[in-house]
């Protein structure tokens, strides 16, 4: 893949690996050497965030987005950092539209089992963290609830990762990754030891989950294929804080632990071919 080029930036922001550049009147397109490279045309929009144009060097503009960190990538690139978008705790106000986004992220009716996971974490208290991404109106929505490790010294304050939630049309933004470090960060800052998460290995190692397997953690129930079963300890986290992790009720109730047949034959038929 050919070089990545920020052609020009808003007055004040520093560009990926390129100076500051001043003038906010970016309406001109700047001719550039043939190649396969990605080229990126920023101006400043509403709210203090940039539009960002983008397209192959030499091929056709593939859509505007509000970002400013991007990388190269086949046509149309990927956009890695919305700026302008905030990461913050959501308020209890805007349960209804998390719940929309999640609801639809994960192809559910308004009241399908993930958003009632969600609100019988809510009603029994298991909710530790929830936070959500703000572009404009709400886009991504993480949220870590209570858990222990049944450890042979004591039982051990954990949290485990569900749901992961982001609007089908702002994927490949970068907001999902944002929001694992945020929750990340906010559950290292409580103290726990260890998050727990049942999801895609070759996603959430990027963001330091490895195998929970690996460390001695055993699932809470044999349902979740064991590389989905993960973990990222955290900087409190000591080497004898092993043993069965234990989830909280409400994920029990709404019957959201783990895959159930045929769901779960079919993985585990895979793994095994």
């Known amino acids: 893949m050919g070089p990545t080029r920020l ?3 808003a007055p004040g922001v520093q560009a990926p690996n390129g100076p500051h550049v001043a003038g906010a009147d970016l309406t001109s397109e700047p001719g550039g050497d043939p190649g396969d490279g990605v080229e990126h045309l920023a101006g400043p929009v509403g709210g203090g965030g940039l539009r960002v144009t983008s397209r192959p060097i030499g091929g056709s503009w593939c859509g505007t987005h509000r970002a400013i960190l991007v990388r190269p990538a086949q046509g149309c690139p990927r956009i890695d950092t ?11 106000s805007e ?33 530790r963290i929830s936070l959500i991404a703000d572009d404009d109106g709400i886009v991504g929505h993480v949220q870590l609830s209570k858990a222990w490790i049944d450890a042979r010294k004591r039982l051990v304050t954990a949290l485990m990762l569900t749901p992961l939630a982001v609007a089908p049309e ?7 990754t944002r929001l694992v470090e945020e929750a990340l960060k906010a559950a290292d800052q409580m103290g726990v030891t260890a998050v727990f998460l049942e999801g895609d ?5 990027r963001h330091g989950f490895v195998s ?3 460390l001695e953690f055993l699932r ?12 990222s300890t955290l900087s409190r986290h000591e080497p004898w804080m092993t043993g069965h992790v234990i989830y909280p009720d409400a994920m029990w109730e709404t019957d959201t632990v783990g895959l159930r047949d045929p769901q779960l034959a079919s993985i585990e038929n895979a793994l095994n071919s």
């Open 7 to 9: 052609i020009a930036t």
């Open 82 to 92: 919305v700026v302008g978008m905030q990461i913050r705790a959501a308020r209890a």
């Open 95 to 127: 349960q209804s539209a998390i719940e929309t986004v999640v609801a639809t992220a994960f192809g559910e009716e308004p009241d399908g089992r993930v958003v009632q996971m969600i609100r019988a974490l809510n009603q029994t208290r298991a909710t």
């Open 170 to 176: 702002r994927h490949r933004q970068g907001i999902g």
């Open 201 to 205: 290995p070759n996603y959430y190692s």
């Open 212 to 214: 929970g397997a690996s």
């Open 220 to 231: 809470p129930s044999l349902r979740i294929p064991g590389p989905g079963f993960q973990v």
